[in-house]
């Protein structure tokens, strides 16, 4: 008998319910947990609302599984007021320099392991709604830090690890990781700002996302990501000569949505099928061919700007390891009794999850002497 239990599968075992069920189970529990709170705030208070539900969830869910939901906790009220500070500067010079005094924070955590989840402040200042009210923006950056606190609840419902330890490295390297990522960022944001854009935010979300990848584990996202867009935009110009009428373009670019979502594992042909998308989504009637040539500039413009960040990082980064190495803690000195850590990783003395994908992307060769040392 024990036998046959074990043949069957995981849908006729009692208590399990079948792979549709779950399925059935975490859409419902999206459609109440995330988009009615949506819904219900942009009928309360416009697109301010809502805006600031996304944004406070996107960093409650994210930041609790790349740094833990107990450091999420801690940072739901910052993440509220850069929020809200972003929102009464945006999208000006006062909002440059946001971006780059939330990139210098969120690059010196590093020197503690809190880089993934100082990551959510850098979010939440590159996204905000535009507004001159000050009653708006406190209003944005509570709903903001509130949405935030429920999204480490859901982020909890669904396990997340409480704790999630960063890479550490040494004061002088903490500083520069700090030093580039700011400069890296307010820049980007600069650029825009710069050039009178209505959607700056364009050039420095694709560091914010590909850091993201690199402290994952997934340097390949930077190619596949410059790629993507590129596909992309390109895909776009036959529309434009063509000169569809309003709703083709709309049923083109939900096609192209629908067909992304099926083929996110391969990330540059998602990405090229998004990006597509998004340039018809929001393109003015008659204009998508300036929109693609614009969208795809501010995106590359991003990637290019953190793949030179990177590139003048490195050799700095290896000199400084080697000169201020940072101990490493055996994983047997850890007590028992320690709370439980999800997806622990030892303390390294340089920035191999961050700066070493950075040899593999310019296909450099690493000398013996600049070796991590484990």
């Known amino acids: 008998m024990a036998e046959a239990n ?5 849908a006729g075992v009692p208590g399990q319910p079948s792979r549709t069920r779950r399925m059935i189970h975490i859409l419902g529990a999206g459609l109440v947990g995330v988009v009615l709170p949506v819904v219900v705030l942009y009928l309360l208070l416009g697109d301010l609302g809502s805006r600031a539900v996304v944004i406070g969830l996107v960093a409650g869910v994210v930041g609790s599984k790349l740094g833990g939901t107990r450091r999420m906790l801690y940072l739901a009220p910052a993440v509220g007021v850069v929020a809200g500070l972003g929102a009464i500067s945006a999208y000006h010079w006062s909002w ?10 969120a690059g010196a955590g590093m020197r503690f392991g809190w880089l993934p989840s100082l990551l959510m402040l850098t979010f939440a200042a590159t996204f905000p709604v535009a507004t001159s009210s000050a009653k708006d923006a406190a209003a944005y950056g509570a709903i903001a830090a509130i949405a935030t606190l429920y999204g480490v609840v859901l982020a909890r419902r669904f396990k997340a690890p409480e704790v999630v330890e960063g890479q550490r490295v040494s004061v002088p390297v903490a500083i520069g990781v700090a030093v580039v ?16 854009w209505t959607e700056p935010y364009w050039v420095p979300e694709p560091i ?58 391969r990330y540059w042909l998602y990405y090229g099928l998004y990006t597509f998308g998004l340039v018809l989504l929001l393109s003015p009637p008659g204009h998508a061919g300036s929109e693609a ?29 080697k000169r201020y190495p940072e101990p490493e803690l055996a994983d047997s000195d850890e007590p028992a009794e320690s709370p439980k850590r999800g997806n622990h990783r030892p303390m390294s003395s340089s920035l ?22 484990h």
Do not use: M
């Open 6 to 10: 074990g043949d069957v599968g995981s």
């Open 96 to 105: 440059v320099v946001l971006l780059a005094v939330v990139a210098v924070i």
């Open 181 to 196: 990522f700011g400069i890296a960022l307010g820049g980007a944001g600069a650029i825009g700002v710069a050039l009178g």
């Open 208 to 265: 914010i996302i590909l850091v993201l990848y690199i402290l994952i584990g997934k340097r390949e996202r930077i190619r596949e990501k410059a790629i993507g867009t590129a596909l992309g935009v390109i895909a776009v110009v036959p529309v434009a000569i063509a000169a569809l009428p309003v709703w083709a373009v709309y049923v083109l670019a939900a096609a192209a949505f629908v067909l992304a979502f099926w083929q996110y594992k």
């Open 293 to 321: 040539a614009h969208r795809g500039f501010e995106i590359l413009a991003g990637i290019a700007i953190l793949v030179v960040g990177l590139a003048i990082l490195t050799p700095i980064s290896n000199w400084l390891s």
């Open 352 to 373: 191999s999850g961050i700066i070493g994908p950075v040899r593999h992307l310019l296909d450099r060769r690493s000398s013996p002497d600049l070796c991590t040392r």
